[in-house]
């Protein structure tokens, strides 16, 4: 078999990587909304430290030692560096095979294959569809990165290394399975009328959702930063405060609800039918919705006044 056969049958590792994320957070947050508080053994405090970070971790009782394994929470940064990198790269690579008909580098094929290979493919003709949705994760990735270096202030809050070690796979992971979902084996060069051509009210209507929660996770991490600054923009507190305004209204962390929209958004650039990225957008339903439920428990205990009608994730639901 040729390195460039990548589909054979129906499911590949990419689906089986991402199906396993799924279940490893739906799994999680049941655990946590079911067992909280009802055990201090061990094991209970190993998860809640792999599980939490940031504001959320600070009041829990765990032994110094595993302190060892923390590391600075405003290192988040260094996921978005290393997306836009790595991701910026396979973008360059694939507007090379688009436009000139050669094929990807023998070592991204030999990855692809490995990923890819039993992957249900797009079919033929539906290139401005992976390319699209590469320039949007580049977009996202170079938005989250400006946010983290100039506009979040972060504390001295801390994240697992293993959350840490997760976070820099995770962004090389999603550029490879957007490329899974395309073979580019014809050898043909396309042009921009070509592409064009191709373009469809998906395209249109996936990124319009794609902007829409992406200008709203701005706002919404503006909020957050602006509770820590004064008027002049200067940081004067480390504390945590009731943050309200846009999505606030309605859930105690709509910067995950916008990020769980701009997945749907890119998920409807792939015709809203493709089983790989559905994978991805359960994935970030779960493992958002965990963190949220821990952050909306953090205010409700912190502050008395706290809405009563927020929801953690997602409004009038949960």
């Given at each position: 078999m040729q390195l460039t056969e990548w589909h054979v049958s129906n499911f590949s590792i990419v689906n089986a990587v991402w199906l396993f994320f799924c279940l490893a957070f739906f799994i999680s947050l049941n655990i946590h909304v079911f067992i909280k508080g009802h055990t201090n053994s061990i094991l209970h405090i190993l998860f809640q430290d792999f599980i939490r970070y940031g504001k959320t971790k600070k009041d829990l009782q765990r032994p110094k030692r595993l302190y060892s394994f923390d590391v600075p929470k405003r290192w988040f940064s260094h996921f978005y560096v290393i997306s836009v990198i790595w991701n910026g790269m396979l973008l360059w690579l694939l507007l090379h095979v688009v436009f000139s008909g050669e094929q990807f580098p023998r070592w991204l094929q030999t990855v692809l294959y490995v990923l890819c290979q039993h992957a249900p493919m797009d079919k033929s003709g539906d290139e401005v569809s992976v390319v699209l949705m590469l320039v949007l994760l580049l977009l996202q990735s170079i938005h989250r990165l400006i946010e983290c270096l100039f506009i979040s202030v972060f504390s001295n809050g801390v994240i697992h290394l293993v959350q840490y070690c997760f976070g820099v796979c995770y962004y090389?992971?999603?550029?490879?399975?957007?490329?899974?979902?395309?073979?580019?084996?014809?050898?043909?060069?396309?042009?921009?009328?070509?592409?064009?051509?191709?373009?469809?009210?998906?395209?249109?209507?996936?990124?319009?959702?794609?902007?829409?929660?992406?200008?709203?996770?701005?706002?919404?991490?503006?909020?957050?930063?602006?509770?820590?600054?004064?008027?002049?923009?200067?940081?004067?507190?480390?504390?945590?405060s009731i943050p309200y305004g846009d999505w606030f209204e309605h859930v105690s962390c709509p910067n995950y609800l916008a990020e769980l929209v701009i997945y749907l958004g890119m998920g409807l650039v792939f015709g809203g039918l493709n089983f790989t990225w559905w994978l991805v957008v359960m994935y970030v339903l779960f493992s958002h919705a965990l963190e949220a439920v821990l952050c909306h428990e953090f205010y409700v205990k912190k502050f008395e006044s706290y809405p009563k009608h927020r929801k953690a994730f997602i409004p009038l639901i949960f």
């Open positions: 090389i992971l999603l550029g490879l399975t957007i490329l899974c979902q395309k073979t580019f084996t014809e050898n043909k060069a396309y042009s921009l009328s070509d592409l064009y051509e191709q373009v469809g009210w998906n395209h249109i209507m996936g990124s319009a959702i794609f902007l829409w929660g992406f200008c709203h996770q701005y706002r919404c991490h503006a909020i957050l930063a602006n509770l820590r600054k004064n008027k002049s923009g200067e940081v004067v507190t480390w504390s945590h």
